[in-house]
């Protein structure tokens, strides 16, 4: 098994610095820089590609504290209101996925001129190629702050409870979770582990869905093809382990990230299954030149001939 330990920490003056900060500041500067140099690559407009990321992030960092808010601590919500303004607290990666989408649509419809579908889906098919390059060091960064944490088990890629930290952590979120009794005995108990759900996320991304989407990339793809291979690596995956959860909200036995994964893959399935049935495997149209809407002209009529 793995062994447990703490969160490291770095104390700066009155400032404390945690492994989970600044992995996390690395996931999102690594992931800006990243998709900024495969745009360029992919001859798109690097300031468009900037601009998008900008969106993405604003509003996917707005959407991972609400939804994490409203869905998993709806109690502690009702108790202390002023919650929902501390946005750098309780976070969901469900919350920032379904934010950042929506940081794209309104980018597409209000920043933007208005460009075709095949020009959409080559700027959200870079952020779909780069979100598991950067979400693997967000996961490493809950792997360091073990705040995904699962059930006790004897799984040979759990960590360890052998130690006094590690149990007196697992007993607190049985504590909390109001399943203390279910723990096994002394001295069972500090001969299993627990499953660190973030730890097993950055295995499967590490060890999957990185290396796939390595060997995918050695030829050319028609726009749109990274954001259905992520949806297919991924959602089953997240959707399954969050079974394994311990104490979070959970409605008719499903967990909102599990009520997201799901909403996520119907959603793309039937936008695929759609273009099929419509476009049938015509070529696609070329891409038209994109622009940013300059301010106060995001309600500009459309040219002749553009898809909106």
């Given at each position: ?8 920490s770095?104390k ?14 690395l ?40 939804f ?5 601590f709806?109690?502690?919500?009702r108790a ?5 303004l501390?946005?750098w ?6 919350g920032g ?10 980018f597409?419809?209000?920043r ?5 579908a ?8 870079v ?10 060091f ?7 702050a073990?705040?995904?944490p699962?059930w006790?088990?004897s799984f040979?890629l759990?960590?360890?409870?052998r130690?006094?930290?590690?149990r ?5 979120v049985?504590?909390?979770a ?5 723990l ?5 108990l ?19 869905v990185?290396?796939?989407f ?5 030829r ?6 990274f ?14 382990l969050?079974?394994?959860?311990v ?23 039937g936008?695929v299954l759609?273009?099929r049935?419509v ?6 149209p ?6 940013l809407v300059?301010?106060g002209?995001?309600?500009e009529?459309p ?6």
């Amino acid at each position: 098994m793995i062994p447990y330990f703490e969160q490291p920490s770095l104390k700066v003056g009155p400032l404390t610095l945690h492994a989970f900060g600044a992995l996390v500041a690395l996931a999102v500067v690594g992931g800006y820089l990243l998709a900024a140099r495969r745009a360029r690559a992919k001859s798109l407009d690097p300031a468009v590609m900037e601009s998008l990321l900008s969106w993405v992030l604003g509003i996917g960092f707005i959407g991972a504290h609400l939804f994490a808010v409203v869905v998993y601590f709806p109690g502690e919500l009702r108790a202390h209101p002023w919650m929902i303004l501390r946005f750098w607290e309780n976070l969901s990666s469900f919350g920032g996925v379904l934010g950042g989408a929506l940081g794209a649509a309104l980018f597409f419809r209000f920043r933007l001129r208005p460009v075709n579908a095949v020009s959409r889906r080559s700027y959200l098919d870079v952020l779909a190629f780069v979100l598991p390059f950067a979400w693997l060091f967000g996961r490493l960064a809950c792997t360091f702050a073990h705040d995904h944490p699962g059930w006790v088990t004897s799984f040979p890629l759990a960590v360890s409870l052998r130690t006094e930290p590690a149990r007196r952590y697992i007993i607190g979120v049985y504590k909390e979770a109001g399943l203390v009794s279910g723990l096994p005995r002394m001295p069972a108990l500090a001969g299993m582990g627990f499953h660190d759900l973030g730890w097993y996320e950055f295995l499967y991304l590490i060890g999957v869905v990185v290396p796939t989407f390595l060997l995918l990339d050695r030829r050319a793809r028609r726009p749109g093809f990274f954001v259905v291979w992520l949806v297919a690596l991924y959602l089953p995956v997240r959707f399954g382990l969050d079974f394994l959860r311990v104490g979070d909200a959970r409605y008719l036995g499903l967990t909102p990230g599990q009520y997201a994964a799901a909403a996520m893959g119907v959603f793309v399935i039937g936008y695929v299954l759609n273009r099929r049935r419509v476009h049938g495997f015509r070529a696609e149209p070329a891409s038209s030149p994109v622009a940013l809407v300059p301010q106060g002209r995001a309600g500009e009529v459309p040219e002749h001939g553009e898809d909106t």
